[in-house]
């Protein structure tokens, strides 16, 4: 019985601990799904590179630092701007020929680019992961008198949600967002009132591409930079956009968040479902409501 | 039927031919448009009418002939710089974003030129939507989505607007109040070309009527000519 309690009620320190650890892997499921999110929305490419994307960020920094000597504060500029062009060109000669065609395609010409970045990266820096060092600036850490806080780990968290609030705002509620938006409903009477919307596909394939280099970059020095860093957190992120409802920024963006958090807290309580819980949640979502729980039903 | 109007014409066709896939749904279509005047084409159901609108506006790829608009060649540019030259479409399913709630819709097309219907007087042509402003846009009944479809167009400086069908399946009442703001349109300076099964709707609004069928124009009749060939009319028509 009293073993029973203890597993029950854990010490403070451990379950704020697996609070903060599912906070920040929740920062990352939302970044990365929101920019599936707003990529699926208006491209309706389900983009399976989105991982190896996000590892190409994070190595970018690694790159970038130990050749060039550019530190941590200005790959988080350089980085997304890299990574999404590179994104724009995969936009403009490869993704570009399969949208008139099936799902499927889109998902087997992604996800074969994913397997071959990944396998150049695996083939120059082996499987293991290579070091980044938290910037000087974030260092140390907060007692908060219950728990410790890492700067750094505060910063992702921060860092996470302006990106996401920007995107959410600039979506819902800007003019840009409205083309957006209406170019994702109806593609070709945005085009006849003299939108170029090829190009707008280009440019938005590249924001998502530059919003998962962004997380890389934020999480090369939580999870260290290595070639299948986005394969293995990839997965976990396509159940989130599938909770949320495909195409749904808020959806993304909420899912993101509180599933990282519900992972964290099944870690405590029942630490052997941890990694199950999310594909749990996924089934019965996707029994009760099949469009996900922000997802519009056409 | 190059008629009188091609000397000033603002839009001319000619020769247009336009495929769905395999099909073959154009097969030469002429006709012009002068600036400042209200044309119609009339035909039956699956004549070209709505194809000939899509043609014009650059959406359908495959299509082959002349289109000149303000003397300029404009086949071979893409829906968007066609948009951008003057021309707005208004289509038949009224094309009114779920998404964006009724001035977002408004206020999307770009200006492309200056000279467009100020945004109060768009509100005082269409009063309705002012009231619903912040309502979803397909909240809106049937007939306000029609003006909206209409009154966002009116903004960007095109000088000529494409309608298609902008009456069907409303109530009478409507379709006097959309032939009104036609007529108003026309009296602002726009050149418009309609796409109407309704003759009799056409006939209170328009200067002259091009009668579509199997994919050509196959007659003009100018508004006043149109009491006396009402019988040629039905016959064309079918009705």
């Known amino acids: 019985m009293l073993g029973w309690l203890h597993i029950a009620v854990p010490p403070a320190p451990a379950l704020f601990g697996q609070l903060l650890i599912g906070l920040i892997n929740g920062a990352f499921y939302a970044m990365l799904s929101l920019g599936l999110a707003v990529i699926f929305g208006l491209l309706n490419i389900i983009n399976f590179a989105h991982g190896a994307q996000y590892m190409l960020g994070a190595f970018c920094a690694y790159l970038v630092l130990n050749y060039l000597g550019i530190g941590y504060w200005p790959s988080l500029l350089i980085a997304p701007i890299v990574v999404g062009a590179f994104g724009m060109l995969l936009e403009?000669?490869?993704?570009?020929?399969?949208?008139?065609?099936?799902?499927?395609?889109?998902?087997?010409?992604?996800?074969?680019?994913?397997?071959?970045?990944?396998?150049?990266?695996?083939?120059?820096?082996?499987?293991?992961?290579?070091?980044?060092?938290?910037?000087?600036?974030?260092?140390?850490?907060?007692?908060?008198?219950?728990?410790?806080?890492?700067?750094?780990?505060?910063?992702?968290?921060?860092?996470?949600?302006?990106?996401?609030?920007?995107?959410?705002?600039?979506?819902?509620?800007?003019?840009?967002?409205?083309?957006?938006?209406?170019?994702?409903?109806?593609?070709?009477?945005?085009?006849?009132?003299?939108?170029?919307?090829?190009?707008?596909?280009?440019?938005?394939?590249?924001?998502?591409?530059?919003?998962?280099?962004?997380a890389g970059v934020l999480a090369a020095p939580i999870?260290?930079?290595?070639?299948?860093?986005?394969?293995?957190?990839?997965?976990?992120?396509?159940?989130?956009?599938?909770?949320?409802?495909?195409?749904?920024?808020?959806?993304?963006?909420?899912?993101?968040?509180?599933?990282?958090?519900?992972?964290?807290?099944?870690?405590?309580?029942?630490?052997?479902?941890?990694s199950t819980a999310i594909f749990v949640i996924m089934v019965v979502v996707l029994l009760v409501k099949p469009a996900g729980l922000f997802g519009r039903t056409v | 039927m190059r008629s009188a109007a091609a000397a000033d014409a603002l839009l001319e066709v000619h020769g247009l031919e336009a495929w769905y896939?395999?099909?073959?749904?154009?097969?030469?279509?002429?006709?012009?448009?002068?600036?400042?005047?209200?044309?119609?084409?009339?035909?039956?159901?699956?004549?070209?009418?709505?194809?000939?609108?899509?043609?014009?506006?650059?959406?359908?790829?495959?299509?082959?002939?002349?289109?000149?608009f303000a003397g300029r060649a404009i086949i071979d540019l893409p829906a968007y710089r066609i948009a951008r030259l003057g021309i707005?479409?208004?289509?038949?399913?009224?094309?009114?974003?779920?998404?964006?709630?009724?001035?977002?819709?408004?206020?999307?097309?770009?200006?492309?030129?200056?000279?467009?219907m100020p945004v109060d007087q768009i509100y005082d042509l269409f009063p309705n939507l002012l009231e619903h402003r912040m309502s979803q846009g397909t909240k809106l009944s049937g007939g306000e989505q029609q003006m909206l479809a209409i009154a966002r167009i009116l903004r960007t400086g095109a000088r000529l607007l494409l309608l298609d069908e902008p009456t069907e399946g409303l109530a009478p009442v409507i379709v006097q109040?959309?032939?009104?703001?036609?007529?108003?349109?026309?009296?602002?300076?726009?050149?418009?070309?309609?796409?109407?099964?309704?003759?009799?709707?056409?006939?209170?609004?328009?200067d002259r009527h091009y009668v579509v069928e199997h994919g050509r124009i196959v007659d003009m009749i100018p508004n006043e000519r149109l009491e006396a060939e009402t019988n040629k009319l039905h016959e064309y028509l079918g009705v």
């Open chain 1, 223 to 274: 999870y260290q930079v290595s070639p299948l860093m986005g394969s293995n957190l990839i997965i976990v992120v396509f159940a989130v956009v599938v909770i949320g409802g495909m195409g749904s920024i808020l959806g993304a963006i909420v899912g993101g968040f509180a599933l990282g958090i519900i992972e964290g807290l099944t870690k405590v309580f029942y630490p052997e479902a941890s």
């Open chain 1, 92 to 214: 403009r000669f490869f993704i570009r020929w399969i949208y008139r065609l099936d799902h499927l395609y889109g998902l087997l010409l992604t996800f074969g680019m994913a397997l071959i970045i990944q396998g150049v990266f695996r083939q120059y820096y082996g499987s293991a992961g290579q070091p980044y060092s938290i910037p000087d600036l974030l260092a140390g850490g907060q007692d908060l008198g219950f728990m410790f806080l890492p700067n750094y780990r505060a910063w992702v968290i921060a860092a996470s949600s302006v990106c996401c609030f920007g995107t959410w705002f600039v979506i819902e509620r800007t003019r840009l967002g409205a083309y957006l938006r209406a170019a994702t409903e109806n593609p070709t009477l945005v085009q006849a009132f003299g939108i170029n919307v090829p190009r707008m596909v280009t440019l938005t394939y590249g924001f998502g591409v530059a919003l998962a280099a962004l």
């Open chain 2, 177 to 206: 109040q959309i032939g009104a703001a036609i007529v108003r349109l026309k009296q602002a300076g726009f050149t418009i070309l309609l796409v109407e099964q309704n003759f009799r709707f056409a006939a209170t609004v328009a």
């Open chain 2, 88 to 116: 707005a479409y208004c289509p038949e399913d009224r094309g009114v974003f779920a998404s964006l709630t009724v001035e977002e819709n408004l206020m999307l097309p770009p200006v492309i030129a200056p000279g467009g």
């Open chain 2, 21 to 68: 896939g395999e099909s073959h749904v154009l097969h030469g279509v002429d006709f012009a448009v002068a600036a400042g005047e209200v044309a119609t084409l009339l035909g039956r159901n699956g004549a070209g009418k709505t194809t000939t609108l899509k043609s014009i506006m650059g959406i359908l790829p495959e299509r082959r002939g002349t289109i000149t």
